[in-house]
C-alpha cells in the first residue's frame, strides 16, 4: 500500500510569512499533483509535476519534485489571508491503476491577517 | 465551477433509510470516481468507473452501492449507513487514456453526509 505523509497537519501564520509544506513517501510516483481545498468545497488542482527534480512557479507558489520522484514540497511566499484552505498532495503510481490517486493527510492553513 | 455536480450537498439520514447521491460532469471525461472524506483522515477512494464499467471497488462495504449509467452521470446508493459512515462523499471525474496515464481529476463539491 503507498502512503503519502504529509506534514504539517496544522500550520498558523501571519500575514507576509512564508511557508512550506512537505509530502513524502517511500513508493515512487509517476506524477504528484498539489490540490487546494476550501470548506464546503471539492479539491481544485494547483499543480502537477512529473519530472524528478521538476520546480513549477505559480505566483507566490512554488512546487518542487523530488529527484527521486517520491516527494514534494509546496513553499508560498509572503502568504496572505487568501490562501487559508486545505492542502492535499496526491500521487498517481502510474501504470493501469486505473486513476488511483493517493492522498495525503493534508495540511489545514490559517493566514491572519 | 469546475463542471462537476453533485446533490444534494447536506444529506442527514437514519440508520433505516435508503438515500442516494447523484454526481454529474459537464466535462465530456470517461471517467468518474467516489472518495470519502473524513476528519483526520485522508481522502480515500471508494470506486472508479472507467467507461461506464467498475474498475475498482477499494473494499467498500455492501451498504454502497455505486451506478453508472452513462459516462456523465454517477450515483451512490446508501442503505442502512452507520455513524461512521458520516463524512463528505466527493466525487471526481477525468479524462483516462486507455487506463495508463492519469489526467487531471475534477472534483465536485461533495455531499456532506450525517448518519444519525
Known amino acids: 500500500t503507498q502512503l503519502l505523509e504529509q506534514s504539517p497537519q496544522f500550520l498558523s501564520i501571519q500575514e507576509g510569512e512564508n511557508l512550506t509544506v512537505y509530502c513524502n513517501s517511500s513508493?515512487?510516483?509517476?506524477?504528484l499533483q498539489w490540490y487546494r481545498q476550501e470548506p464546503g468545497e471539492g479539491p481544485v488542482l494547483l499543480v502537477t509535476?512529473?519530472?524528478?527534480?521538476e520546480v513549477k512557479k505559480l505566483k507566490r507558489l512554488t512546487f518542487q519534485f523530488g529527484d527521486a520522484r517520491k516527494d514534494s514540497s509546496l513553499h508560498i511566499t509572503a502568504a496572505q489571508p487568501g490562501d487559508t484552505g486545505l492542502y492535499l498532495c496526491a500521487g498517481d503510481a502510474g501504470g493501469t491503476s486505473y486513476g488511483k490517486l493517493t492522498f495525503g493527510q493534508g495540511t489545514i492553513l490559517t493566514v491572519h491577517p | 465551477e469546475t463542471g462537476v455536480t453533485q446533490t444534494p450537498r447536506h444529506l442527514v439520514m437514519g440508520m433505516t433509510n435508503k438515500k442516494s447521491l447523484k454526481c454529474e460532469q459537464h466535462?465530456?471525461?470517461?471517467?468518474m470516481y467516489w472518495y470519502k472524506q473524513s476528519a483526520k483522515k485522508p481522502l480515500e477512494l471508494m470506486f472508479v468507473?472507467?467507461?461506464?464499467?467498475?474498475?475498482e471497488n477499494n473494499s467498500v462495504p455492501s451498504r454502497f452501492s455505486p451506478e453508472c449509467p452513462n459516462s456523465s452521470h454517477l450515483f451512490l446508493h446508501l442503505h442502512t449507513l452507520q455513524p461512521e459512515d458520516s463524512a463528505l462523499y466527493l466525487c471526481?471525474?477525468?479524462?483516462?487514456?486507455?487506463?495508463?496515464?492519469?489526467?487531471?481529476?475534477?472534483f465536485g463539491p461533495g455531499t456532506r453526509l450525517t448518519v444519525l
Open positions: 468507473y472507467s467507461l461506464e464499467e467498475r474498475v
Open positions: 509535476v512529473v519530472t524528478g527534480g
Open positions: 471526481a471525474s477525468s479524462q483516462e487514456l486507455a487506463g495508463i496515464i492519469t489526467d487531471t481529476q475534477y
Open positions: 466535462l465530456g471525461h470517461n471517467a
Open positions: 513508493s515512487v510516483f509517476s506524477s
